[in-house]
């Protein structure tokens, strides 16, 4: 079983708390992408990448600075994915506490979908950047980021494994799901609320609670050694359980408890 999760838009560089174990898989790639960007005006950049200006200085100067990728010399200033995001999702992950078995476990199931490396293992060795697979960025005759990378990202996530359980954003998953095939099996996990207006049942996902989840189940998969799709329901995480009523066999959905107060409402 493949995990795929999306990027955070906050990056650290950390070189002190573990090891770097090998390069991305598309290295070649996201230097290309490294030569466009590096290239673009602060004007330019800021506008693709839709930021405020702090950020767009910060990343303008990476881009600008950042090591070629593709040279030689080990994984000088690089830092293990996993440990240089740093978004709501990583912070209740919490990989810095990781048991070696749970390391394990992520460095074989869990990849990170990427709009600048493609898609990356938990312990590849990346630079911060900025640049969300939803950016309108011309590479070559690609248009967009979706086509820059277009089957790429998928053939690497199914060469061997056929089982794909969907932790990451639409607009990262949009990047896999165009190429599914019919021997691979794609399962989607939604964390919502039960919501009944007009005796029409809804399900209401939030976006900031949903990334709680996504983090807190990939930690708990990670701590359990789940294997299976079938265990994956068995998750009980930030108050979430699973509904049968409510999930297919490619979506399985997580309801939180809504409390008594809200109930009486």
Same mark, same amino acid.
């Given at each position: 079983?493949?995990?795929?999760?999306?990027?955070?838009?906050?990056?650290?560089?950390?070189?002190?708390?573990?090891?770097?174990?090998?390069?991305?898989?598309?290295?070649?790639?996201?230097?290309?992408?490294?030569?466009?960007?590096?290239?673009?005006?602060?004007?330019?950049?800021?506008?693709?990448?839709?930021?405020?200006?702090?950020?767009?200085?910060?990343?303008?100067?990476?881009?600008?600075?950042?090591?070629?990728?593709?040279?030689?010399?080990?994984?000088?200033?690089?830092?293990?994915?996993?440990?240089?995001?740093?978004?709501?999702?990583?912070?209740?992950?919490?990989?810095?506490?990781?048991?070696?078995?749970?390391?394990?476990?992520?460095?074989?199931?869990?990849?990170?979908?990427?709009?600048?490396?493609? @898609?990356?293992?938990?312990?590849?060795?990346?630079?911060?950047? /900025?640049? %969300? $697979?939803?950016?309108? !960025? =011309?590479?070559?005759?690609?248009?967009?980021?979706?086509?820059?990378?277009?089957?790429?990202?998928?053939?690497?996530?199914?060469?061997?494994?056929?089982?794909?359980?969907?932790?990451?954003?639409?607009?990262?998953?949009?990047?896999?799901?165009?190429?599914?095939?019919?021997?691979?099996?794609?399962?989607?996990?939604?964390?919502?609320?039960?919501?009944?207006?007009?005796?029409?049942?809804? @399900?209401?996902?939030?976006?900031?609670?949903?990334?709680?989840? /996504?983090? %807190? $189940?990939?930690?708990? !998969? =990670?701590?359990?050694?789940?294997?299976?799709?079938?265990?994956?329901?068995?998750?009980?995480?930030?108050?979430?359980?699973?509904?049968?009523?409510?999930?297919?066999?490619?979506?399985?959905?997580?309801?939180?408890?809504?409390?008594?107060?809200?109930?009486?409402?």
């Amino acid at each position: 079983m493949k995990i795929i999760i999306s990027p955070a838009k906050k990056m650290v560089q950390d070189e002190n708390s573990m090891a770097v174990s090998d390069a991305p898989s598309f290295t070649k790639q996201a230097e290309e992408l490294h030569k466009i960007l590096k290239k673009l005006s602060y004007e330019e950049l800021k506008g693709i990448l839709k930021c405020n200006d702090k950020i767009a200085e910060l990343n303008f100067r990476r881009y600008r600075n950042m090591r070629r990728l593709d040279e030689s010399g080990g994984f000088t200033d690089m830092t293990p994915a996993l440990l240089t995001y740093e978004g709501i999702q990583y912070q209740y992950m919490a990989p810095r506490v990781f048991s070696d078995e749970q390391w394990e476990y992520v460095q074989e199931n869990l990849r990170i979908l990427s709009g600048f490396y493609g @898609i990356l293992k938990p312990l590849d060795g990346v630079y911060p950047y /900025r640049l %969300e $697979m939803q950016a309108v !960025l =011309a590479a070559g005759e690609a248009r967009n980021l979706y086509q820059y990378w277009g089957e790429r990202i998928y053939r690497e996530l199914v060469r061997d494994d056929k089982v794909i359980l969907n932790l990451a954003s639409k607009e990262d998953s949009k990047a896999v799901e165009p190429f599914l095939e019919r021997d691979v099996r794609f399962v989607t996990c939604v964390f919502g609320e039960a919501v009944e207006r007009d005796q029409i049942r809804k @399900i209401r996902v939030k976006g900031t609670q949903a990334k709680m989840a /996504r983090g %807190e $189940m990939v930690r708990w !998969l =990670a701590e359990n050694q789940i294997a299976d799709i079938a265990d994956i329901k068995q998750f009980r995480g930030l108050d979430y359980s699973f509904s049968n009523q409510d999930s297919s066999d490619d979506t399985l959905v997580f309801l939180k408890e809504v409390n008594q107060r809200k109930k009486l409402r």
